[in-house]
Nanobody, 123 residues
Framework: QVQLVESGGGLVQAGGSLRLSCAAS????????MGWFRQAPGKEREFVAA????????YHADSVKGRFTISRDNAQNTVYLQMNRLQPEDTAVYYC????????????????WGRGTQVTVSS
């Protein structure tokens, strides 16, 4: 089992920044890809970014490219999502996920999930 705990969400004005953290514990594996997804009220969960745990390759959704950056600290078993130039449409619950997906943007292919952290961007 892998436990994932997100933190760092909050309320921020448009144009501001937040950094989300995802602390992993338990049977973590260098095979796991770590992903961030988000879900706004009434909408489906959507891919935000992903990073390979050992290789350092990163993937970002087109909607966040140039504004969000995913990174990881293997020594701390933590994955980060730096979010800059936030906009009201970024408002959602942000979830951390771990697994071995064939497609990194497919939430159905991730095995472990955190409980999420709320990000609210005011205009």
């Amino acid at each position: 089992q892998v436990q994932l705990v997100e933190s760092g969400g909050g309320l921020v004005q448009a144009g501001g920044s937040l950094r989300l953290s995802c602390a992993a514990s338990g049977r973590t594996s260098s095979r796991y890809i770590m992903g961030w997804f988000r879900q706004a009220p009434g909408k489906e969960r959507e891919f935000v970014a992903a990073v390979t745990w050992s290789g350092g390759s990163t993937y970002h959704a087109d909607s966040v490219k140039g504004r969000f950056t995913i990174s990881r600290d293997n020594a701390q078993n933590t994955v980060y999502l730096q979010m800059n130039r936030l906009q009201p449409e970024d408002t959602a619950v942000y979830y951390c996920a771990a697994g071995t997906p064939l497609r990194v943007n497919d939430n159905r292919q991730y095995t472990y999930w955190g409980r999420g952290t709320q990000v609210t961007v005011s205009s």
